[in-house]
């Protein structure tokens, strides 16, 4: 008879039913891999009545954390509640009872992460989330393990697949507000999208994946997040003739012994390998010493795909458990800062309502020269000739973000100057 | 005082001396990420005069094995020296001995992977081989851990970078032989380059990912390998004008219970993921039942990124030394046989020289047609006006290979038809 580990579920919406569903069809196969069976005890549910697309013994359910928390019988505690409370106290609790913890929480590991690892090693516990980023995309587990030879250099990611769906059909000529509808309609945005498309998910995910590639502990404070809301499809037809693609990146990078790092919609080159990750889908690019360049390409959410990190984690834990060993992640023990908004450094790409009269680009450029901003190339677009309104497309040289944020404040007060609606960073 | 861990080198080559280069440089890093220190005690070399990129402290250099394999303060043998034997023969001894075995030798592995695996259980110690296949690129711990979750249905895999490189030259417009020179120059390629060219060294490498996938014992006699010696310059063009470029593509799949698998150039699509990797990238693309498609892409060879595959697998025996453990690889525990070579299917693109005369293109549908060959498109290219030779290019729907094998023997032999220069398979 081999050793039964007792699992616990915090919830079970789509990502929970979809790891119960595994844990339940391929018992056997998942046994004979970890040499243990992982046996479900208890879930807790909102509404234990909701019809869900597993069918669960009868008795698992309850509404109860504590049914969950404090059974004895219970080692190991999966957290797929999502937000940071109450599943940051779940956790917390779980670990302290002397409980393993697999989570896909990714705001509760970017924000309290390095505590709550500590709390794990304290107590000789595992605490895994590979789910927490880039869903079925084992990127977790690679920067822990994979690349332990490597100092890491860089990561660029397209690791929001509700934007980078998004951005997609935009790219495909539709509208911000159209392209939102279809995300909402297929399941990819939800009503409320704030979180993805401000890109407050995706500076989560890059917390925890710098935090692990540059062994720091970095915080989603310290990296400022972009939206994609005042994107417009024209900004695409340009960057397309212009040789480039919109995309929502996630980067980070060590320059100078410092951390730098945001997240923002980009121009990237047609022949960067992020531009031809379409869709929901999600990629991960890592510049490593040793490695060069490495690429992880996958689906970033969804049942399935996220399922499958998490019963990975929970085969990891049981693996450890029959053993009798924990492993250890650590946090933060290098002194790295990250570096301000303000300092960082990249192109940009401008447009730019102006009155159609002589004279304009000149009174702009000296803007740009006073902050000294190198222009790379100036493209006059479209012109409304009834309105005298000329559109003007302009890309710099590498200028800091606080550079370009004073030039902005001047050119948009210049009487010749209607509108800047679009500034866009460019890959350097 | 941490633990020390005693390591010994078979072999410092360009990977050996990447992966001595980076224990000693990296030393207090891996050994606060392991809890022990990885200590070079012996390197195995042919010749210790020579030079070498790293700086050994004096006294490590050995030319005998049982310097190596019979020192009790060697708890780790990498074994680096490439090739079927003494390689094999010096694995199977450090593992009789007690020894944890870190190796990159994908002939070893997929030739006799099995019984040292066991050999390996039997006496309680490890045995990796990330370096095996596709050098940087973590494909071995992502099939043993990470995709634990998935049933793998299918392995589509661009895995040797010198075939990659020539032929991406050849899209270019190079013929064969000039683009071999050319990766010979850079070294991507040997003196003889038979192993790479013919498709050897990815069968070796599928059969090993073939084996942990679809968790039966795959040899590499079980897999069909076809060159790319044969290919034409204008094959390619012909390929590009109708949205396809050739790759060798290393691919094996489940179908009706049955392994099918194979190396051969083939035609796909240029939209398909392994379409965009050039020069001497290397990427494999799985299909699971849970994460849907995960493509991981990386250098497949050279120093660094295969001394970050040797280090990572050393950290992981050494984190297992240090708490008492060791892994286990399970293979062939399924009952699944590989279907032969004649009975897979693909398209097929022909490329023939005719007699420029009326029923000729009659002739040939009809031997197709005999062997229920269904025409997809038929291109007459370029016509030899003087020698009265036309050049037919044939798309074909499914069919088996022995079909096209048979209907091929008859074509051949139509007085009409002068050559058949290339078949190639095209992606279904």
Known sequence: MPREI????????VVGSGALDVLLRKRERLGAAIGAELAVRRVL???????????????????????????PAVEVVVELLGGEEPARSYIAAALKAGKHVVTANKEVIAKHGAELLRLAAAHDVNL???????GGIPII????????????????????????????????????????????RLGYAEADPRNDVEGVDAAYKLAILATLAFHADVRPSDLVHVGITRLAARDFRYAAEMGYTVKLVAWARLADGKIEGAV?????????????????????????????????????????PTASAVVADLCRVAHNVVRGVADRVAIGNRDRSVRSFGELTSRFYFRMQVIDRPGVLARIARVLGDHRISI????????????????????THVASERQVEEALAEIRALDVVRDVPSFIRVER
């Open 6 to 13: 007792g699992v616990g579920f915090l919830g079970a919406g």
């Open 45 to 71: 549910v909102r509404d234990p009545g909701k019809p869900r697309p597993v069918a669960l013994p009868p008795g698992l359910l309850t509404t109860d954390p504590s049914d969950v928390l404090e059974d």
């Open 128 to 134: 895994f989330y590979e789910a927490s980023v880039a």
């Open 141 to 184: 587990d690679t920067l822990r393990h994979d690349l332990v030879a490597n100092e890491i250099l860089a990561i660029q990611a397209i690791i929001n697949g509700t934007t980078n769906f998004i951005l997609t059909e935009m790219g495909a000529g539709r509208d911000y507000a159209e392209a939102l509808r279809e995300a909402q």
């Open 264 to 304: 923002y919609p980009m121009l990237i080159s047609q022949g960067h390998q992020l531009a031809s990750v379409r869709g929901s889908f999600n990629a991960i690019v890592l510049d490593g010493d040793q490695i060069d360049k490495l690429m992880l390409y996958g689906r970033g959410a969804g049942a399935g």
């Open 376 to 395: 790379a190339s100036v493209i006059q677009k479209e012109t409304d000739e009834t309105a005298r309104v000329a559109e003007l497309v302009i890309m």
